[in-house]
């Protein structure tokens, strides 16, 4: 059974940081894409990063300030979040579809992952 917990949430200052980390089972790496996707409230799901075997995907809202990363094809796969701003402020979750599939890793679009976990709320306020 595939299952995926995301954790890590807080908050945080503008300008801090946070490192989330998206525990799983079920799978691994070598053969799934791993996504973050965020949601705030009253507004529509924004896919923010995805990472698909050694190459990683960002939106460019978060381009250069997110890191994901996984250093165990069992996971976790960790999203590394700097220079914070209010407007990242969201539930995060982590999300996977196997490379079967034919998606791959979508940031735009249905973000159509076939296995979602519980987000964790990320809050950027002073």
């Known amino acids: 059974e595939v299952q995926l917990q995301a954790s890590g949430g807080g908050l945080v200052q503008p300008g801090g940081s946070l490192r989330l980390s998206c525990g799983f089972s079920?799978?691994?790496?070598?053969?799934?894409?791993i996504a973050w996707i965020r949601q705030a409230y009253g507004k529509e799901r924004e896919g923010v990063s995805c990472?698909?075997?050694?190459?990683?995907y960002y939106a460019d809202s978060v381009k250069g300030r997110f890191t994901i990363n996984s250093d165990n094809p069992k996971g976790p796969v960790y999203l590394q979040m700097n220079s914070l701003e209010p407007e990242d402020t969201a539930n995060y979750y982590c999300a996977t579809a196997p490379l079967s599939a034919g998606y791959g890793c979508q940031i735009y679009g249905p973000l159509n992952y076939d296995h979602w976990g519980q987000g964790t709320l990320v809050t950027v306020s002073s």
């Open positions: 990472i698909s075997g050694t190459t990683a």
């Open positions: 079920g799978f691994i790496l070598d053969d799934h894409v």
